[in-house]
C-alpha cells in the first residue's frame, strides 16, 4: 500500500533554533515529492523534489529528496514565529496528473 | 493572497438544505480539484476536473454534486448533508502537462470553505 509517513507529528521550539522535518514514502511509480505549508487555511506551495541529492532553497527553507533512501527533509533555520504552521509533504505518482498521498503533517510551533 | 477564490468562507447549514462552495481561478489552470480536510488531518481528494471533465470522483456520496461550468470556475453543490460532513473543503487548481515536470501539476489552493453542519 502507498504511504507518505511525517515525522516528528507535532515540534516545539524556540525563536532562532533550526528544525528539520522528516517525510518517508512507500510509492510505487514515484513522480515527485511537494512540501506544502497550511498556517489556517490554504496549503501554500514550498517545494516540488523530483530528482535526488539537489537541495532546493527558498530563504531559510531548503531540502532535500533521496530516491534511494525513500525520504525527504524539509529544514528551517534561524526560525521565527510565522514558521509556526503544519507542514505537509505529498507523493505524485509516476501516471497521474491529479493523485497525491499526503503525510498526516507537522505541526511546528515557534515560541518566542 | 491567494490566486485561487473560494466563496463562502464559511457555511452553516442544516441536513435538509441545499447550499453551493463556489471557486474561481484565472491562472488559465485546466484541472481543478475539490478536497475535503478535516480538523488534523491533511486533504483527502473528492474530486478532479480536467478540461472542464469530470476525471476523478473518489467514491464521493452524492449529496456532494461537483460542476464545472467553464475553465475558471468550480463549484460543489450540497444537498443532505450530515454532521460528519462538516469540513474545510478546498479547491485547488494546476497545470496540465505530463510532458512538463518541473514546475507542473503544482497545486495551488483557495483559502478554503469552513462548512458547518447542523
Known amino acids: 500500500e502507498d504511504k507518505v509517513v511525517q515525522s516528528p507529528l507535532s515540534l516545539v521550539v524556540h525563536e532562532g533554533d533550526t528544525v528539520t522535518l522528516n517525510c518517508s514514502y512507500e510509492v510505487t511509480n514515484f513522480r515527485s515529492l511537494l512540501w506544502y505549508k497550511q498556517e489556517k487555511k490554504a496549503p501554500t506551495f514550498l517545494f516540488m523534489l523530483t530528482s535526488s541529492g539537489i537541495e532546493k532553497k527558498s530563504g531559510r527553507l531548503s531540502s532535500i529528496l533521496d530516491k534511494k533512501e525513500l525520504f525527504s527533509i524539509l529544514n528551517i533555520t534561524a526560525t521565527q514565529t510565522g514558521d509556526s504552521a503544519v507542514y505537509l509533504c505529498?507523493?505524485?505518482?509516476?501516471?497521474?496528473?491529479?493523485?497525491?498521498?499526503w503525510g498526516a503533517g507537522t505541526k511546528l510551533i515557534i515560541k518566542p | 493572497d491567494t490566486e485561487v477564490t473560494q466563496t463562502p468562507k464559511h457555511l452553516v447549514m442544516g441536513m435538509t438544505n441545499k447550499k453551493s462552495l463556489k471557486c474561481e481561478q484565472h491562472m488559465g489552470h485546466r484541472a481543478m480539484y475539490w478536497y475535503k480536510q478535516k480538523a488534523k488531518k491533511p486533504p483527502e481528494l473528492m474530486f478532479v476536473y480536467s478540461y472542464e471533465k469530470l476525471s476523478i470522483n473518489e467514491s464521493v456520496p452524492s449529496r456532494f454534486s461537483p460542476e464545472c461550468p467553464n475553465s475558471s470556475l468550480l463549484n460543489l453543490h450540497l444537498h443532505a448533508l450530515q454532521p460528519e460532513d462538516s469540513a474545510l473543503y478546498l479547491c485547488?487548481?494546476?497545470?496540465?502537462?505530463?510532458?512538463?515536470?518541473?514546475?507542473?501539476?503544482?497545486?495551488?489552493f483557495g483559502a478554503g470553505s469552513r462548512l458547518t453542519v447542523l
Open positions: 505529498a507523493a505524485r505518482f509516476m501516471d497521474s496528473n491529479y493523485q497525491l498521498i
Open positions: 485547488a487548481s494546476s497545470q496540465l502537462d505530463r510532458g512538463v515536470v518541473n514546475g507542473a501539476n503544482v497545486l495551488t
